[in-house]
């Protein structure tokens, strides 16, 4: 069966400091990978998704970069965190022309 | 482009008692509906979906939708509620065709009191 792995779960980094989540999925191939960020009463907001190796599409401007260096391996990385950067971090991934998204257990990042 | 909304933030109940927390979308083309589940500081799970055919789907633990197109909702409603359900409960829409990027409404929390 597939599971999906993040970590850390939870993070408090200083302002101007550099951040890496990462994120792994077992069990399947070439899946599709996606990081979402969670701001309280503003849902999930979609900051970046990769159908492959090497490709990374960017949803909003932002601090924060994505990278994809293995099939099932998505890493989240900021060169020098915000406040603003605070927020429940959501990896996820699916099947390519399947139907839903599977969600890991989520990074809670407090930029204090 | 698809959005989703739900326009409530929180629904308080009573244990026992029926529940209906609403969803619109909004979208030029075919769409795939799906409800998803967030207990605290958990990631999301998905509770049930619309993808095709029958517009009423069902989960495994009472929860049911209907897919209305001509209203552009998909509702999420149970009959008889549990302390158990008292968690964020997420909508959302993808394309039917393409690549599969996921729009999420905001949340509506659902607290079930005793």
């Known amino acids: 069966s597939q599971t999906i792995h993040q970590w850390p779960a939870t993070l408090v980094q200083p302002v101007g400091s550099p951040l890496s989540l990462e994120c792994t999925v077992e069990g399947t191939s070439n899946p599709n990978l996606y990081w979402y960020r969670q701001a309280a009463g503003r849902g999930l907001q979609l900051l970046f998704y990769s159908v492959g190796i090497g490709q990374i599409s960017s949803e909003v401007p932002q601090n924060l970069s994505a990278s994809r260096p293995q099939d099932r391996q998505f890493i989240l990385s900021s060169k020098k965190l915000l406040l603003s950067d605070s927020g429940f971090y959501l990896c996820?991934?699916?099947?390519?022309?399947?139907?839903?998204?599977?969600f890991g257990q989520g990074t809670r990042l407090t930029v204090v | 482009a698809q959005s989703v909304t739900q326009l409530d933030s929180q629904v308080p109940v009573f244990e026992e008692a029926p529940v209906e927390l609403r969803c619109n979308y909004s979208s030029s083309v075919s769409v795939y509906l799906f409800w998803y589940v967030q207990y605290p500081n958990q990631g999301l799970q998905l509770l049930l979906k619309?993808?095709?055919?029958?517009?009423l789907v069902e989960s495994i633990n009472g929860f049911e939708a209907e897919f209305n197109k001509s209203q552009t909702s998909f509702h999420l409603r149970k009959p008889s509620v549990h302390i158990s359900d008292t968690a964020e409960y997420f909508c959302?829409?993808?394309?039917?065709?393409?690549?599969?990027?996921?729009?999420f409404g905001t949340g509506t929390r659902l607290l079930v009191s005793p």
């Open positions: 619309y993808l095709s055919g029958s517009t």
């Open positions: 996820a991934w699916s099947v390519p022309g399947g139907s839903e998204a599977f």
């Open positions: 959302a829409v993808r394309h039917a065709t393409g690549f599969q990027k996921l729009v």
